[in-house]
């Protein structure tokens, strides 16, 4: 008999299981990079919306010029310095209220979207918000291509695109989450989170390839991308290993404790459980469903249980904190997000797509930071000392970063991939590895429906700041970019002090840890 070939090999080497769990891994990951790929050309395309204004002389020999060829299909406007109604001297708070627009909606209907998720099958929510987002996306585009000159018009499209967005990342989430255990969340989530900056980095790349010539397309392609994935969202995505029979992966045999939003792994005494002829502490169990307990999937904890409350969700140990920690990290990303482009076109005087295509490179950055800090999380088992760790360096980092890129290309490529890392390790493992831990906490008893209200609440919370970044920036940033700066590092500060009850808690765990075993 022949031997099989080493690719096949390979395939069967893995199990049916191992396999549905690479695929929804792969499908929510690029499900979710759609739809950061379709918030990445509005800071792309600031450049284009207003220009520095041409010189009187450059401005009266186009208009012979003008007038000596036939009218092109692009408008012409007379002010030369950009997009009507963006061409105005008051350009910066304009950009910034379509920025305000997008993620105010976005904040607001945070709230009331994990609680919702909580109530549908997560791929008819998550299939009509991608189509919805695609729809939006491509509407802020067709003003380019119907000359709209109306602030309202690319409002109203903004705060549409941000309500409809809000759909996902509950959604993918609680997805995730379902398929995958606790062992090596922080590690796999960190990975898994990647698809933030690998969309901001693919939506860079299309906007900026159209941003000079045909600005329009920026949004339009990316719209079409996004509708596209919630076709194959509604086509593939399974939402339970349940609901193709997949096993549930065996228990981890240690014993584990929780401390607030921290682990301690103690080993605990197996006679208390048989004393009490009770079953083992639902935290114990591994809470999270299937991966690791198969009674939370299949009985009470998937179908039966009735979804969390708002408020119920507020009392489990540790949100509060991480949802406010969140409110300043997310502030400092999202400003790095939407402004960044404008600033590299400002400090190094490069045109809008070559500004766009550096500004990748604090996405690339951000993908170590999220790999790194999940890394770290998981081996220390601490994730709020991670966080404070990672917000501690980033502070002193954004003002290095302030003071290098003015000094030449080569610097300001550095300090984008170590400021991308810093900046979104946090950001990264708050949203996902924390909220997975936190939507399922021992006090929930078994509860598998809380997890996407639970992760709304964080990034709830956390897209307010994300609102409040790009908006302040619009308004600090006439006074000068160092302003600018100067509030992403108290920022930073505010966000680390907001952890730090969290992080004595889970120092004073390892404390409690290292006398347990010495004794």
Known sequence: MAQ????????????????????????????YASFHLSRKPISIVKGELHKH??????????????????????PFNASQCGWEPFDKSNYKQLLGALDYSFLCAYAVGMYLSGLIG????????????????????????????????????????????????????PSVVTCIGNWFGKGR??????????????????????????????????????????????????????????????????????????????????????LNAKENGKPQD???????????????????????TSAISFLGALRIPGVVEFSLCLLFAKLVSYTFLFWLPLYITNVEHLDAKRAGDLST??????????????LISDRLEKRASTCGM???????????????????LEATVVMLLISGALVNGPYALITTAVSADLGTHKSLKGNARALSTVTAIIDGTGSVGAALGPLLAGLISPSGWNNVFYMLMVADACALLLLLRLIQKELQCHADHTLFKEH
């Open 390 to 408: 990672m917000l501690l360096l980033a502070a002193p980092t954004l003002y290095m970063f302030s003071a290098v890129s003015k000094m030449g």
């Open 118 to 169: 909580e109530r549908l099958p997560i791929r008819y929510y998550l299939t009509g918000g991608m189509l919805a987002s695609g729809l939006f996306t491509a509407m802020f585009g067709l003003g380019y291509f119907y000359n709209v000159h109306n602030l309202w018009f690319y409002i109203v499209a903004q705060i549409a695109n941000g309500l409809v967005q809000t759909t996902g990342w």
């Open 282 to 304: 639902a935290e114990m169990q591994h809470l999270l469903s299937d991966s690791e307990n198969c009674s939370v999937a299949t009985g009470e904890g998937r179908h039966g």
């Open 185 to 270: 969340r922080g590690l796999i989530m960190g990975v898994w989170n990647s698809h933030t900056s690998v969309g901001n980095i693919l939506g860079s790349l299309i906007a900026a390839y159209w941003v000079s010539s045909c600005w329009g397309l920026s949004f339009v392609v990316p719209g079409l991308i996004v509708a596209l994935m919630g076709v194959l969202c509604f086509l593939f995505l399974i939402e339970h290993p349940k609901d193709v029979s997949c096993s549930c992966t065996p228990s981890s045999s240690s014993k584990t404790f929780l401390n607030s939003a921290s682990r301690c792994r103690i080993p605990m005494p197996t």
């Open 361 to 374: 490179l604090f996405d690339v950055g951000g993908i170590f930071g999220g790999i790194l800090a999940g």
């Open 53 to 74: 204004c041409a010189s009187q002389v450059e401005l009266d020999s186009y208009k012979e010029y003008a007038a000596q060829i036939q009218p092109v299909k692009k």
């Open 4 to 31: 099989l070939p080493p690719g096949i090999r390979f395939i069967t080497s893995f199990s049916r299981d191992q396999w549905y769990r690479a695929f929804i891994f792969s499908l929510t990951f690029l499900l």
